[in-house]
C-alpha cells in the first residue's frame, strides 16, 4: 500500500529531453510536499531575518564589539549564508530533483554551501576555546583574548574551508569535464572517492568534535569547582564581591555558548554517521541534510533565549532607532 502510495504521488521525467545523457527528473507532489515547503520556506526566511538581526546588532552596537561576540557574529554569517543558499536549494530539490542553473553555478553552490557549513563548526571550535580560555585562566583572558587575535583567526578560519574544499575538487577531479559526464546531465554533486571520504570525515568532523568535546569536559568540571567554591566564600569587601561575581559570569556564559555548541553537534552527529553508511534512502538523507540546515535557524533563537542584549538591540532595530545619531553607544545592559 506504501509502495504504491509512493509510485502515485511520483512521476519521473527527464530533466533535459533533448539530451541524451540526462538524468531522470523525480518531482514530488502532493498536499503533503505542499505543506513541507511551505513550512520549510517559512523556516528559511526567518533563518536570514534572525540571523541579519544578529549581525546587525554585534555590528552596529559598540558595547557588543568583544572577542566572544565576534565570533558569535563569525558563526552568524555563516548561519546567514546557510538560509540564504543552502536552504533554498535544498527546498528546490525536495520539488525537483533536476538541476538547471549550469556547471558554474553548481560549483559556486557546491563551495558557498560547504564553506558556509564548515566556517560554522569553525565558529564553534573558536566558541570553545574562548570559553576555555575564559573559565580556566580568567586573570589573563583579556590579554590573550583581543579584538585582533581573535578577527584574525576567523579569517583565517574561513580561509582554510575555503582551500580545504578547493582541494576536494581538485584532488577528486571536479573541476575536468571528462569527470562530469560519468554521471547524468542535470545533477549538481560532488564526487568525492573513498579514501576522501574518510579524509573529510577526520577532518570536517572527528577531529573537531573531539577537540570541542574535550574543551567543553574541562570548562565544565572547571566550573563546577568554581562554582562551588563561590558558594563556600562568605560576603566580605566588595572587591571579593566584584571577582565573584565575574567568576559567575563567565561560568554562565560557558554554560549558555556550551547549549549552543552541543545542540551544534546534535544536528552534525546523525549526519556524518550516515555517511559511513553502505546506503542511505534519499528521503531520510534530505532530512539529514535539512536538520543540519534548521541548526542554522535554531541558533539566534537560542541568543534570543539566553541573552538579554539580544533583545534589547532587536527592540532597537525594530523600532529604527539604531537610525538615531549615537544610537550605537545605546547602553544593553541597563542593570549594570
Not at 509512493?6 to 533533448?18: E, G
Not at 549550469?102 to 558557498?112: M, N, P, R
Not at 539566534?300 to 529604527?320: D, E, G, H, Q
Request: proline share 3%; net charge neutral; hydrophobic share 45%.
Amino acid at each position: 500500500m506504501d509502495d504504491q502510495h509512493y509510485r502515485n504521488n511520483i512521476t519521473f521525467q527527464y530533466c533535459f529531453p533533448d539530451h541524451n545523457e540526462s538524468c531522470i527528473k523525480q518531482t514530488n507532489e502532493g498536499p503533503g510536499y505542499f505543506l513541507l515547503c511551505f513550512i520549510l520556506s517559512c523556516v528559511s526566511v526567518c533563518t536570514v531575518f534572525l540571523n541579519l538581526l544578529v549581525i546587525i546588532s554585534i555590528s552596529h552596537f559598540k558595547q557588543l564589539h568583544t572577542p566572544t561576540n565576534l565570533i558569535i557574529l563569525s558563526l552568524s554569517v555563516a548561519d546567514l549564508l546557510v538560509g540564504l543558499v543552502n536552504m533554498p536549494v535544498d527546498l528546490s530539490t525536495l520539488i525537483d530533483s533536476c538541476w538547471y542553473l549550469g556547471t558554474l553555478a553548481c560549483y559556486i553552490y557546491q563551495i558557498i554551501s560547504f564553506v558556509s557549513t564548515q566556517a560554522s563548526l569553525y565558529s564553534v571550535i573558536l566558541i570553545a576555546v574562548d570559553r576555555y580560555i575564559a573559565i580556566t585562566d580568567p586573570l589573563q583572558y583579556s590579554s590573550q583574548i583581543t579584538i585582533h587575535k581573535t578577527l584574525l583567526s576567523i579569517l583565517l578560519g574561513w580561509s582554510f574551508c575555503l582551500c580545504y574544499i578547493i582541494m576536494v575538487y581538485y584532488f577528486n577531479d571536479n573541476f575536468l569535464q571528462s569527470q562530469l559526464s560519468t554521471i547524468c546531465y542535470g545533477v549538481c554533486i560532488l564526487i568525492v572517492n573513498d579514501s576522501w571520504t574518510i579524509i573529510d570525515l577526520v577532518v570536517s568532523f572527528l577531529a573537531p568534535c573531539c577537540f570541542i568535546l574535550i574543551l567543553y569536559s574541562v570548562i565544565f568540571k572547571v566550573a563546577i569547582h568554581q562554582a562551588k567554591a563561590i558558594r563556600a566564600v562568605t560576603n566580605g569587601a566588595s572587591k571579593t564581591h566584584g571577582t565573584r561575581e565575574s567568576r559567575a559570569s563567565e561560568i554562565k556564559a560557558a554554560k549558555k555558548l556550551g547549549t549552543v555548541v552541543f545542540v551544534f553537534l546534535a544536528c552534525w552527529i546523525p549526519y556524518y554517521i550516515c555517511v559511513c553508511s553502505v546506503s542511505v534512502n534519499l528521503k531520510f538523507w534530505a532530512v539529514l541534510i535539512w536538520i543540519l540546515d534548521i541548526n542554522s535557524f535554531i541558533n539566534p533563537l537560542m541568543y534570543a533565549i539566553f541573552y538579554s542584549w539580544f533583545r534589547t538591540s532587536v527592540k532597537n532595530i525594530v523600532t529604527c532607532r539604531i537610525f538615531k545619531s549615537s544610537s550605537s553607544r545605546i547602553n544593553l545592559f541597563p542593570e549594570h
